[in-house]
């Protein structure tokens, strides 16, 4: 089971984007959008909902009025100031530390699970696709893309399918981390300015931590092509894969206008830059099977 990555330093470099022309071009593969706290892969790839499941993670403290003596012991034991002088409990100050529901001689205080957000399995043009949408201001976000990440492992063996194409989140936190650890390739998207450099450096360690194979692709290469060559010489001189660049096209935005990959919008200067990183991406995961 190969698996691929796409993972930038920050958001705007153009992942999605590659990642849903990858989708037309790839056979027989399943699609991962683990970019949960922003998702987007779906506003191009028009996917059919076919199941829909509540994502549960982490507690929260609530305080029954009916068994609460009113003593305070929880007030003086919060230190996010979560619990107010009524004794009632802010949700969103809540940290689910769980030190109120141990320290309540009462046994007042509630600690349900709490109810994170939604992952779905969905059917698109291109493919089944496995994707989540985390609740607002919700967090354990890296817990919900390594759940989206089994089950998109488990959709492909169960259809026997081959290949993952993993649109991951931006830069180095959590949800990267969940999304890297175990891929069998990352590819990194960057562009060429003093930010990108600095945000590829970072993302390259991380999945060189990990031990995973990284390659690097530049977008919009040509509005400043010096930095475009100093990306190259940075990756034949850490040992990453180059894998080429793109060029700044606007049936890129066009293509997105109409819901569509750059692919499918028709010939241009971006679709034949797509198409040339994709083959030596594939080809060299192929060659990375053990």
């Known amino acids: 089971m190969l698996e691929l990555v796409v993972v930038s330093g920050k958001g705007g470099t153009g ?6 022309a990858f989708a037309a071009l790839a056979a027989e593969k399943v699609l991962c959008d683990a970019d ?18 509540a994502f549960w993670s982490g507690r929260k403290a609530v305080i029954d009025p009916g068994r609460c003596t009113r003593c305070g012991e929880c007030l003086q034991w919060c230190r996010f100031e979560a619990i107010s002088t009524d004794l009632v409990v802010d949700e969103l100050s809540c940290e689910g530390c769980g030190v109120c529901v141990h320290f309540c001689p009462a046994r007042a205080v509630d600690f349900p699970e709490n109810n994170c957000g939604e ?4 059917e698109t ?3 089944p696709m496995v994707h989540a949408k985390l609740g607002i201001a919700e967090e354990n976000s890296g817990k919900l893309v390594s759940l989206i ?18 649109d991951g989140p931006p830069g180095i936190g959590c949800p990267v981390i969940a999304s890297v ?16 450099k600095h945000d ?4 390259a360690d991380l999945a060189r931590h990990f031990g995973v194979p990284v390659m690097v692709c530049v977008n919009k290469w040509d509005l400043h092509p010096e930095t475009a060559d100093e990306m190259e010489r940075f990756c034949r001189n850490e040992g990453h894969r180059f894998v080429g660049r793109l060029p700044f096209d606007p049936a890129f935005t066009r293509a997105q206008i109409l819901g569509k990959t750059i692919v499918e919008y028709g010939d241009c200067p971006g679709k034949e830059a797509v198409v040339s990183v994709w083959e030596k991406v594939y ?6 099977r053990s």
């Open 125 to 127: 043009p291109f493919g």
């Open 36 to 53: 949960v706290d922003a998702a987007d892969l779906h506003l191009i790839l028009a996917p059919r909902i076919v199941a829909r499941n």
């Open 283 to 288: 080809g060299l995961m192929r060659g990375t």
């Open 200 to 203: 590829l450096k970072r993302v």
């Open 119 to 122: 992952w779905f399995v969905s």
């Open 15 to 20: 992942k999605t984007s590659l990642v849903g």
């Open 149 to 166: 990440r089994r089950e998109a492992r488990s959709l492909a063996e169960s259809r026997g399918l081959g290949l993952i194409l993993t």
């Open 181 to 196: 650890g175990g891929a069998s390739a990352v590819l990194a998207v960057t562009e060429p300015t003093v930010s990108g």
